[in-house]
Each structure stands twice: as C-alpha cells, then as structure tokens.
C-alpha cells in the first residue's frame, strides 16, 4: 500500500517531475537502432518522459533528438525531409542540425543571422548494442554510457526487440521485480517455450510453489533471491536483479541465454518495453534467434510493421479459454510478455496503490519503491546523484543456482551476479 | 461470445473506468512484530510508537510464551540484528508453521556483519530482508497495512 502522494510522486515522471528528474540522470534507451537503419533514414517521432522528440540520422551517420515541432510555427518535424546534415521542416523549409541548431530559413536573406539565434531543444543520442541511448538531463550531470553486458558483447550474440505497454512504467517495472507470480501465470511456457524449456531449473520451479524469498541492497538497486527446495538437503536459488530505475534481469534457465528488461515511460499513461536476449559466450543460435523474432522467451510477437503486441487490449489478448482449460497457458493469453501485460494493464493505467493488499512476498517491491522513493527525494531536496548512474552498477548478472541450505547466495554468488566478458553465466 | 460493451473487454482497464471500481474499506491484519535483539528491540520501540491499525510489538526472548502471543496474528514478523537468536526464531517459526501464519524476517546492519544472523533466520522467515536502512521497518509494516 502507498499514499496516493507517493503513488504520485513515482509515477508521474514528465519534465519538472521529482521522478522525472530522476530519469533524467540515466541514459534510457530511446529506439531500437534499426529504427533509423541507415543514414538520412526517415525521422521516427518519439514521446518519452512526456516529451515529444524526434530522432533522426544525417547524411554523415549522427544520430539527432530534437524537439518535434518546429521554431517557426509549430509543425511536426516528423513531415520533413532528412537531407545534406540536418532535418527540414516541410512547411517553410527552415533546417535543424543533430544539436537542434537552426542552420538554414529560406524566408531571411542570404546573408542573414537569423537562423543562429533559433535552436531546439536536443538530446545527445549514442548507439549501444542494439539499441539508441539517450540522456535528457543537464549536460553537466552526464553520465558515462552504460556497461550494460547485453549491449557489450558481439552482436551474434545478443538480440533486443521493444513493445508498447499501455501502463504506467511503475507497475511494468514491478512485474520484473515480483518473481513470486512466475510459477503461476508462467507455468505453460516452462514447459513449451523454447526458451526456457528443459532447464533442471523448470523443475524446482513447478515442484515447489511456494518459494521463499530474499531481498539484499545492491549499490545499483536490490537483488531478489527467490529459494525453492532442491535435493539433499539443498536450495534452489534464483536471483533477480533491479539497477535504478527501470532496468530487471530474469533468472537463466539452463544454457538458455540471459534476459531481462528496461522499462522506459513514453507518459504517465505508456510506456516502452526493451527486451533482451543475450549469451555471453557464444553467439545465439539461428533457432534461438528465430523463436526470439516469432515472440517466444520473453519477447512479443508484435503486429507488423509496429511495436504492438498482437494480444493487446483491443482483441482482448486473443484470450484463449481452451489452452487456458488445457493447461497451456494459465491465464489463457499466449506468451511470457504479454501475459505480464495483459494483467498489468487491467489494473488501469495508474494502478491505485492505496488500495492493493501487498502480503510479505512482496517484500521485493516494497523495498523497490522505498529505494525509489528515497533516491527521487534525495535527488530533489539534497542533489545527491540516484544509486544506478555509475556505469560500474551496470556490470551484473542474474543467476539461478543451487547452493547448500547454510549458504547466503547474496555471499556465495559473488562472481555469479557480475557481469564477467567472456565467462559463461551460472544457470541450472 | 464477442463483448458489446466497452466495459465488458480489455478496454475497460481506463482511468475512468476505474471510477466504477467498489471501493471497500480494507482491514488492516494482524501483525506481531517480535524484536529478536536488544539493539531490535530499540528499533522496535521506535516504531511502535507511530500508530499502527493493530501490530503488536513484543521482545522476544526465550522465556516469552510465543505459542500464546501468536495464537491470534496472521503475519509474525522477526526484527533482529547481528545479536538474533536463533533458537528463539525457531521457536517462534514453529509455532507459527503449526498455525499457519506467514513469517517475515527483518535483519537490520550490512550484510557481512549480520552474516550469522542471516543465517539463524533463513530456514524460518519465509520472506527476508538484509538492510541497512532503520525505516525499512515502518515502511514494510505500512506497506502490509499492519
């Protein structure tokens, strides 16, 4: 349970919001880089944090976030044309650079200077992995860019694809932290999805629904230990880690790769979901990379041509009644991501947490929003930079593992939580 | 059947449909707080001094009658620091596994130095928390609307 004033005070993320300046001190993913593929590739509009940007690619290859409306008269960028380093406005023709610099009206005379004293508001845009970063604070808090392992390794080996929720970013990001509903809602694709299917892990899992669970402070965030019990004596562990603010791994599944998400606000309504898959040894295999694109593990099946989900609010999920009565799926809607989804946003678009009825296995998310709370409070009131930034709290891992009863894993998995170039992650 | 109302499919899930949810008042529940240390005990004082719907808060030592303190909560929860004892924990566990009552554990310094205690309390809490940070007690409490 929140008061509705903390409620708000970590939902509400727009420009001159405490959580927004929160978000303003990381770099977030911005797009999936194939969405600007090549150089002078179309604009693509985009909202996040409750801005309406545009990105785009100039003819030498950088990569530009401006305002996207134009000085003039308030036009949509997104109609103009990418050309000769820098984006033209389609309604009077006047042209931004990559830092949002007016560099040409056509209306003033040649050898006018007019143009010098019109700039928008711009982002700086960096392409890690697969994805485009952005950082939308003040310069002089920037950030180096983010360690994040699954934007490092080579690109064979990793492969990231997006969906639109329609929530609040909070309740997305609180799904990724709550593992206690995975023997439950996920159950079918513990036992079909290519993904996941035939780790020994599955097994502890589905024999023992009623894990215990741990929560340890990170210096990024938390990590959220959820113990079953195996044979002789031992524990199963799976450990689910949170770096501040959006960013959660999924616990592995045998040699199956790592995955985990980045929970991105579009507004307070929306938001985006980036989702990774990587290996950190070898590269992908051509089946695992297929099952990814087709929506399986913990990707979507997107409507083409978009970053919708085919099971979305409007076809109710697709909701399947049979493969719900046959025990495919349990909650009768296809796939990991869209089962998370479709239950997130039924709670509305800003679930009322005054109203919610937490039990102590959702310690995890407690002490989140605490943790949440107190770096949006300590940011606003003393400057103190959130825990996250650094780009050393990025270099981690989950894992799942079995330890002996005696042993701590937030101890004993050490070296299994950190990010390790070239070493392969701890997984049953 | 396809739905014909907007309030009948997935669409519903709007800020203003949301207006149409029962509001119902939510009971608190019955939370017994058992301070397991001394140095638990004075964080627990603390916080049984801020209004609570119904919490209990009790020093729990080995001469404490657990089987009767519990007899009417339905979540126990275990603050300890470095200092737990262990046998008091399990103590309190079994009489809470033979009632059916959640158990949560609260373990209050970093994680090396209350390395011991972590370990006394790990078989008995079914829920578990190594913190640093005092307010993680009231925080969770109001969470759980204890």
Known sequence: ???????????????????????????????????????????VRVKILGERLIAFRDSE??????????????????????EESGLRCAYHGWKYDVSGQCVEVPSEPENSNFCSKVKLTAYPVVKLGDILWTYMGEPENQPDVPEFEFAQVAPEQTYTSKRWQESNWLQALEGGIDSSHVSWLHSGGLKSDPLFKGAKGNEYNLNDLRPFFEVAEADGGLFVGARRNAEDGKYYWRITPWV??????????????????????????NCWVYTFDYHPTRPLTP???????????????NVPGTYRPEENKDVDYLMDREAQKRGE??????????????LQESMGPIVDRTKERLVSSDTGIIKARQKLRKAVEALRDEGITPPGVHPAHHRIRSAAIVLPQEESF??????????????????V | MRPILSNSCAQAAT???????????????????????????????????RPWSGARFVRATADTAIAEEVADADLAIMIATGDADGDVASTIARACMERGIMTAGLI?????????????????????????????VAEVLTALRA
């Open chain 1, 1 to 43: 349970m929140l008061k509705t004033e903390v409620n708000e005070l970590l939902t509400q993320t727009g420009p001159g919001t405490a959580t927004g300046d929160l978000f303003r001190r990381y770099w977030l993913p911005l797009l999936l880089a194939e969405e600007l593929p090549e150089n002078d590739a179309p604009p």
């Open chain 1, 61 to 82: 290859g950088r990569y530009g976030l401006i305002d996207e409306f134009c000085a003039h008269r308030g036009a949509s960028l997104w109609f103009g044309r990418v």
């Open chain 1, 244 to 269: 501040m603010p959006a960013f959660t791994m999924v616990p592995p599944r045998g040699d199956h790769p790592l995955h985990g998400h980045f929970w991105v606000p579009i507004d307070d309504e």
């Open chain 1, 287 to 301: 089946e695992e990379r297929q099952a990814m694109q087709e929506g399986h593990g913990v990707h979507s099946r």
């Open chain 1, 329 to 342: 799926t349990f909650s009768g809607v296809r796939g990991i991501a869209q089962q998370d989804a479709s």
């Open chain 1, 410 to 427: 937030i101890e004993s998995c050490g070296e299994a939580l950190a990010a390790r170039p070239g070493v392969a992650h701890v997984s």
């Open chain 2, 15 to 49: 800020a203003e449909e949301a207006r149409f949810r029962i509001d119902r008042p939510i009971g608190g529940r019955a939370a017994l707080v058992f301070a397991l240390d001394d140095a638990a005990a004075a964080v627990v004082d603390r916080v049984a001094a």
């Open chain 2, 108 to 136: 209050l310094g970093s994680r090396f130095e209350v390395a011991a205690a972590v370990s006394a309390l790990r078989p008995y809490a079914r829920n578990l928390m190594v913190t640093e940070d005092e307010d993680d």
